[in-house]
């Protein structure tokens, strides 16, 4: 079965500072890899996708498949950028999505 | 608010007590799946529906959680007799049928079992 792991629970920068958020997963398989963010009082919301291979806010995800993660990096941290961050794999069309424990990222002034 | 809608927010009952959650998903979403999330967990995955049929069911459902989508619109998530460890934040979303699209996440329905 998949399995998504995030080593990091918390994790603290300076405003200004690069950020990456790590993420690695165990499937046999080509997988569909999603972050999502949940800010303070908000809903889980969808971040990114790496079908998409887009940047949102600033961030972007590179899925390296040799090493099976898919980081989540920004080059300068903002203070809205504090949030709750959870890595999440489906083997295919949004089936079976298993998300990681999370990381819960503070950006600091 | 077009998004996905849960109902109640929050639900405090006493042990051996039924309780019923309500799900309306994104009008126009074929997908509908149920989550639970406990403290310093992800979310964990219950079961879905493409439509009315339920697909897919988790080995954390236990034949005390029923789940229906019958018109294949909103859904409802049942638990009978419930038991202190099914206190968690029950978590809806809904999706389109595609590859890579993600999930929407309604706010959720925090469960408290005193």
Same mark, same amino acid.
């Given at each position: 079965?998949?399995? $998504?792991?995030?080593?990091?629970?918390?994790? %603290? &920068?300076?405003?200004?500072?690069? $950020?990456?958020?790590? *993420?690695?997963?165990?499937?046999? =398989?080509?997988?569909?890899?999603? #972050?999502? &963010?949940?800010?303070?009082?908000?809903?889980? /919301?969808?971040? !990114?996708?790496?079908?998409?291979?887009?940047?949102?806010?600033?961030?972007?995800?590179?899925?390296?498949?040799?090493?099976?993660?898919?980081?989540?990096?920004?080059?300068?941290?903002?203070e809205e950028d504090s949030?709750?961050?959870? *890595?999440?794999?489906?083997?295919?069309?949004?089936?079976?999505?298993?998300?990681?424990? =999370?990381? @819960?990222?503070?950006?600091?002034? | 608010?077009? =998004?996905?809608? /849960?109902?109640?927010?929050?639900?405090?009952?006493?042990?051996? /007590?039924?309780?019923?959650?309500? *799900?309306?998903?994104? %009008?126009?979403?074929? @997908?509908?799946? #149920?989550?639970?999330?406990?403290?310093?967990?992800?979310?964990?995955? +219950?079961?879905?529906?493409?439509?009315?049929?339920?697909?897919?069911?988790?080995?954390? !459902?236990?034949?005390?959680?029923?789940?229906?989508?019958?018109?294949?619109?909103?859904?409802?998530?049942?638990? /009978? @007799?419930?038991?202190?460890?099914?206190?968690?934040?029950?978590? *809806?979303?809904?999706?389109? +049928?595609? $590859?890579?699209? =993600?999930?929407?996440?309604?706010?959720?329905?925090?469960?408290? &079992? $005193?």
């Amino acid at each position: 079965a998949q399995r $998504v792991t995030q080593p990091e629970k918390l994790l %603290s &920068v300076f405003k200004g500072a690069p $950020v990456e958020l790590k *993420c690695n997963y165990s499937y046999s =398989g080509s997988p569909e890899l999603f #972050w999502y &963010v949940q800010y303070s009082r908000q809903r889980l /919301q969808l971040l !990114l996708r790496h079908i998409s291979r887009e940047s949102i806010k600033g961030f972007t995800a590179d899925l390296n498949k040799g090493e099976t993660s898919f980081h989540l990096k920004k080059p300068f941290a903002q203070e809205e950028d504090s949030a709750m961050y959870y *890595c999440a794999l489906s083997p295919y069309n949004n089936n079976d999505m298993r998300f990681g424990a =999370g990381t @819960r990222l503070t950006v600091k002034p | 608010d077009t =998004g996905v809608s /849960q109902d109640p927010r929050h639900k405090i009952t006493k042990r051996g /007590q039924n309780v019923t959650f309500r *799900c309306d998903p994104i %009008s126009e979403h074929n @997908r509908l799946y #149920w989550y639970r999330q406990t403290l310093g967990q992800g979310p964990e995955f +219950l079961t879905y529906f493409q439509n009315e049929a339920q697909l897919e069911k988790s080995r954390l !459902l236990s034949d005390r959680f029923s789940a229906e989508r019958p018109k294949g619109s909103f859904s409802t998530l049942e638990i /009978q @007799r419930t038991e202190q460890g099914d206190s968690a934040m029950y978590l *809806c979303a809904s999706s389109l +049928l595609g $590859v890579g699209t =993600g999930l929407f996440f309604g706010q959720g329905t925090r469960l408290t &079992v $005193v």
